[in-house]
């Protein structure tokens, strides 16, 4: 079905654009075009003045609509999970399992995997977040399933039936061989839960890591004779990182700062979200323990940080409002690239002629009024 979306700014991914129309051909956008040359044989849609953006890609979810991956890693979970996201603009995700034992990693790739046969909407992959990582820097994750690399793994993650696959690890703590193994099967490697030297995350960057995770949280620091994770992720002009933009994760300062560093475009959005995103009741379980939400902070009943209550429209608003970031920057860094590090931006990310029809409409506070995701509509004005 042809739809010709008009009457609100459009920010192509480089630009915010006015006085411009997109037509949407079904699942792709078929052309950015000045309103005035809109054809007229497709039903036309009415943006109310509202800032129509690439669809929100976020690569860390762990739950929401009351879901945690770990907890229900079956289609069914997924879909609730994509569904909670999509209601604050993401249509681009990577369903996340924390640290679990090798049965529950089996069945979060078979449902994956199902999921995407399906078309659940907004699945773009899979992310193993450990556990091959370093329990000195653990975070929540629980100490007793975090190990040596289980055998198959490199068969698991590399099957082929997953989409874009996502592993977490500490480099430090697995042979650079297995990275080289598993950046030829095309899975992203990122350095996460670590406590490697500066030169333990030399060599994994020599063997093909490409993201840090969560940059900051769960990491060796920078410091001034030892720049750690932290210092090779900021000096790394090729790899991406992860930042949870929530104001408990990261101080403001210590973002601006990074973001500053970094090389231009390698910053991404990512929200570590927990089963209470989109989700009325804001208490879970996680590994045997409460996590209560407060004030936006999902914490132990010891004040330890347990993901995050964010969503990616709200860590948008956050770096706007907070960071100083440009809204066009903004956008940026929560589509184009996070699309860039998938390796997807030549699909995702941007609005312009045969991208996939992945779409976001903002109003003028940054809420969200209305989703696409494949040309598909989702309104929630």
């Given amino acids: 079905m042809r739809q010709i979306l008009v009457n609100g700014r459009v920010f192509d991914g480089e630009t915010i654009l006015d006085g411009q129309a997109v037509v949407l051909d079904g699942a792709i956008v078929a052309a950015v075009l000045p309103a005035s040359d809109a054809p007229h044989d497709a039903e036309r849609v009415d943006l109310q003045g509202g800032l129509l953006a690439p669809g929100f890609i976020d690569v860390q979810v762990n739950g929401g609509g009351g879901v945690l991956f770990n907890d229900t890693p079956t289609v069914e979970g997924i879909r609730a999970i994509a569904e909670a996201h999509r209601r604050f603009g993401t249509t681009g ?36 977040e450990g556990p091959y990582l370093n329990v000195e820097r653990k975070g929540v994750h629980n100490a007793q399933v975090i190990r040596a690399v289980d055998p198959e793994a490199l068969a698991l993650f590399a099957s082929g039936r997953l989409g874009q696959v996502v592993v977490t690890l500490a480099p430090e703590r697995v042979a650079p061989a297995f990275i080289e193994d598993l950046v030829a099967a095309g899975v992203k490697v990122c350095a996460g839960h670590t406590a490697a030297t500066y030169e333990q995350v030399r060599r994994g960057l020599e063997a093909g890591i490409t993201g840090f995770t969560h940059l900051f949280n769960a990491m060796s620091p920078l410091t001034s004779r030892e720049p750690g994770v932290v210092g090779a992720a900021l000096e790394d002009t090729d ?12 101080h403001d300062a210590a973002l601006k700062v990074a973001i500053a560093a970094k090389a231009p475009g390698r910053m991404m959005l990512v929200t570590d979200a ?22 936006g902070r999902c914490a132990t009943p010891e004040g330890r940080l347990a993901g995050s209550d964010l969503d990616m429209a709200g860590a948008v608003r956050h770096s706007i409002r907070h960071l100083g970031l440009p809204p066009a920057e903004a956008l940026r860094m929560a589509a184009l690239y996070p699309a860039a590090f998938l390796g997807l931006e030549g699909r995702l990310g941007r609005i312009a002629a045969d991208f996939d029809a992945d779409l976001v409409l903002l109003d003028d506070d940054l809420q969200v009024r209305e989703t696409w995701i494949g040309g598909n509509a989702n309104s929630r004005r």
């Fill in 239 to 250: 790899s991406w990182c992860g930042l949870i933009a929530d104001g408990h994760h990261v």
């Fill in 93 to 128: 995700l990577l369903p996340t399992l924390i640290s679990d034992q090798w049965p529950v990693m089996t069945q979060a790739a078979e449902a994956v995997a199902a999921a995407l046969a399906e078309g659940v909407p907004g699945v773009r992959g899979v992310h193993f």
């Fill in 274 to 295: 927990m089963p209470s995103v989109g989700a009325a009741i804001k208490r879970f379980e996680l590994g045997g323990q409460e996590i209560v939400v407060a004030d």
